[in-house]
């Protein structure tokens, strides 16, 4: 345990900066309606997930990091927006953007036609697929060992989509958790026989030895649960944001930025 945290804490060396960053954009002053009349600028709300490393995920002392986290705040910084993220959970950050209570959501949201229908997305930012894992070392290798078998998955999201489309060919039922951690755990005690996940965040959760899991599938590289990640607002709705959004995407896209901090993360673990 102590040597997971200390593998953690050298994978975040050097991004207190990025972190101060983050919580610097939070500190603006808000204005009670948004846009202020005197001209100053909205603090946009962002919602995101409490718990999907190596997206966002919070520090010990709470400041949330993460390739989410620092591309959003790259992101403001290019364009001259204001905001405060919040970490609300991936169900109800998407929830609470429909509400109307918050403006937008980055929190390794998967761009699908579905959500397109109330969603509007910004343009791709990082390539997904989901896959399932089990107990590194246990009974379940593959999907054909989970017949009458209870397997976790994660509320609303894109790999609980994927395990409800192999349940009755697999021969399993889902029990389903609020966050990635939790399942994760829930796995780990042997209660469920998998769980299933973006491959990118399982696969960061079993390299840097956080989770004693193995990967034991992964849906087809072409099938409709490969799609990219987007930022994405409630559909007709904060235009000006989405376009900003993608505006700073390709500005730190063509300087570099881009590169360095998703390099930051995959190739600390690597
Ligand atoms: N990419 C997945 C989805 O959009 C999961 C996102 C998450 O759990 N934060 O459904």
Redesign the pocket.
Same mark, same amino acid.
């Given at each position: 345990m102590s040597n997971m945290l200390t593998r953690r804490q050298a994978i975040l060396a050097g991004l207190g900066s990025i972190a101060t960053l983050g919580l610097a954009a939070c500190g603006g002053s808000a204005s009670s309606d948004g846009a202020a009349a005197d001209g100053a600028s909205k603090v946009y709300k962002i919602a &995101? @997930?409490t718990t !999907?490393a190596p !997206?966002?995920y919070a520090e010990t002392d709470g400041t949330y990091v993460g390739i989410d986290v620092e591309l959003l705040a790259a992101v403001a910084a290019d364009q001259g927006f204001e905001y405060e993220l919040e970490p609300l959970g !991936?169900?109800a +950050?998407?929830q609470a953007v429909q509400a109307g209570q918050a403006d937008g959501v980055i +929190? $390794? #949201?998967?761009? &699908?036609d579905e959500?397109k229908k109330i969603f509007d997305f910004s343009e791709p930012y990082y390539d %997904?697929t989901?896959c399932a894992a089990a107990k590194d070392g246990g009974d379940i290798k593959s999907l054909d060992d989970l017949k009458d078998k209870t397997v976790a998955v994660?509320t $609303? &999201? #894109? %790999? /609980? %989509?994927w395990a409800n489309s192999l349940a009755e060919k697999y021969g399993f039922t889902t029990v389903a958790f609020d966050t %990635?951690d939790v399942m994760y755990q829930d796995v780990e005690a042997g209660n469920t026989a998998c769980c299933f /996940? @973006?491959t990118p965040?399982m696969s960061y959760a079993i390299s840097t030895g956080n989770v004693k899991l193995a990967l034991i599938a992964e849906a087809e590289a072409d099938s409709e649960f490969a799609?990219p990640?987007g930022f994405a607002v409630n559909k007709g709705e904060n235009a000006e944001l989405l376009s900003m959004f993608d505006a700073g995407l390709a500005n730190i896209k063509a300087d570099g930025t881009y590169d360095k901090i998703v390099g930051t993360y995959v190739q600390s673990v690597a």
């Open positions: &995101t @997930d !999907f !997206f966002e !991936f169900d +950050a998407l +929190a $390794g #949201m998967s761009i &699908t959500r %997904s989901v994660k $609303g &999201t #894109m %790999s /609980e %989509s %990635s /996940e @973006d965040v799609t990640y």
